[in-house]
């Protein structure tokens, strides 16, 4: 087998939505945002598992991942698209009853000519400076889009996985500004708005990290879990260097692992000389530059070299690899790569 084992717990995506369903009122609907394949981990294994233990409203970027997803939740679930209305939508909106939020003028213009009555929602900028109406746009708009009745309406936070940053006090005062008195249910936080606080969760909201294992959610369960196999190993002496570019050479007599990933497969290069991976328990350094299909990992004092190695797992989650990477786990996750073998558990 020379392949890394990709183990996806559903169950535990399953556990982190209803713990972060639990943080709000029961009049919040809680959604599931399963955008970028479900963050790597497979949109339609995950959203299935979220509609069948009664997940009922969900969120994607595009409205191809919609489609995608639809067959998977049923024709009464809401799938919200992110992006909106865009020019080759129409037809993928219309045949999967998707709902597109509308992020600006034009958008408004091209869905009330091409999709007239077909549902709506409304994304509004209240400081990110990313998607949605800015609020000029909106009072421009705000009548004729109310009057016919958005499904919701929303805005998203810039810094609310930091809880102590002015921004998100500011953005929420922004929404409230902007929305206070419409007659339609309001989404502003994501799963780190929701571990802001009640006043930040409306009557929508729409957690994507937190249901994965990620931060801010710093109570998840442990998601995903990656097995590499060990496919050499070697004793080197000191002096001897090891992988491109000689970047690492042994100080002492030393054992090398070398471990069947590398950047291709979403380990990407940054970690290299910075990442650990675990035998068991015990953590061993990488060494070295990650190659594109390998990785060597220094093994000197594991009293044997077990078959795989652990790179993700119970004591190393997406954030601590990210870490090593100076990246964040939205990106370990999302670039876990095609070659594994995945097992859904
Ligand atoms: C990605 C995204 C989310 C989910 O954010 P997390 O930080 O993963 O919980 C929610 N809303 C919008 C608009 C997004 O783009």
Not at 15 to 20: D, F, T
Not at 21 to 30: H, K
Not at 60 to 87: C, K, L, Q, W, Y
Not at 114 to 121: I, L
């Amino acid at each position: 087998m020379g392949a890394g084992q990709l183990t996806i717990d559903l169950k535990a995506i399953q556990r982190n939505w209803s713990a972060l369903d639990a943080l709000s009122a029961d009049t919040v609907e809680t959604g599931a945002v399963v955008k970028a394949d479900g963050y790597g981990l497979s949109a339609r294994k995950v959203a299935t598992h979220l509609a069948e233990s009664g997940v009922q409203t969900f969120f994607v970027a595009t409205a191809e991942e919609g489609a995608e997803i639809r067959g998977a939740v049923g024709d009464n679930a809401d799938i919200f698209v992110f992006s909106g209305h865009m020019p080759q939508d129409t037809t993928l909106l219309k045949t999967h009853g998707l709902i597109a939020v509308l992020n600006a003028p034009e958008q408004v213009t091209r869905h009330f000519s091409d999709a007239a009555g077909y549902p709506f929602g409304v994304q509004l900028d209240t400081g990110m400076s990313r998607l949605g109406m800015e609020p000029g746009d909106w009072q421009a708009l705000s009548t004729e889009l109310m009057l016919a009745g958005p499904r919701l309406v929303m805005s998203h936070m810039a810094c609310a996985d930091d809880a102590d940053h002015p921004m998100n006090a500011q953005q929420l005062r922004a929404f409230h500004d902007l929305t206070d008195g419409i007659a339609s249910r309001r989404s502003l936080s994501a799963t780190g708005g929701i571990l802001l606080g009640p006043e930040y969760h409306f009557e929508v909201t729409r957690p994507g990290i937190g249901l994965y294992g990620g931060f801010p959610f710093e109570t998840a369960k442990t998601v995903v879990q990656l097995d590499v196999p060990v496919i050499q190993t070697r004793v080197v002496q000191p002096f001897q260097t090891v992988g491109y570019g000689c970047t690492w050479d042994a100080k002492v007599e030393s054992c090398i692992a070398t471990i069947a990933a590398g950047y291709a497969d979403g380990l990407i290069r940054a970690m290299g000389g910075k990442a650990q991976v675990f035998a068991g328990t015990t953590p061993c350094p990488v060494v070295g530059r990650v190659s594109m299909d390998l990785i060597t990992v220094d093994v000197t004092g594991l009293d044997q070299v077990p078959d795989h190695l652990t790179v993700l797992g119970p004591d190393q989650s997406i954030d601590d690899l990210a870490g090593a990477a100076d990246t964040i786990g939205y990106e370990i996750l999302t670039s876990l790569g095609a070659r594994y073998q995945r097992h859904y558990a």
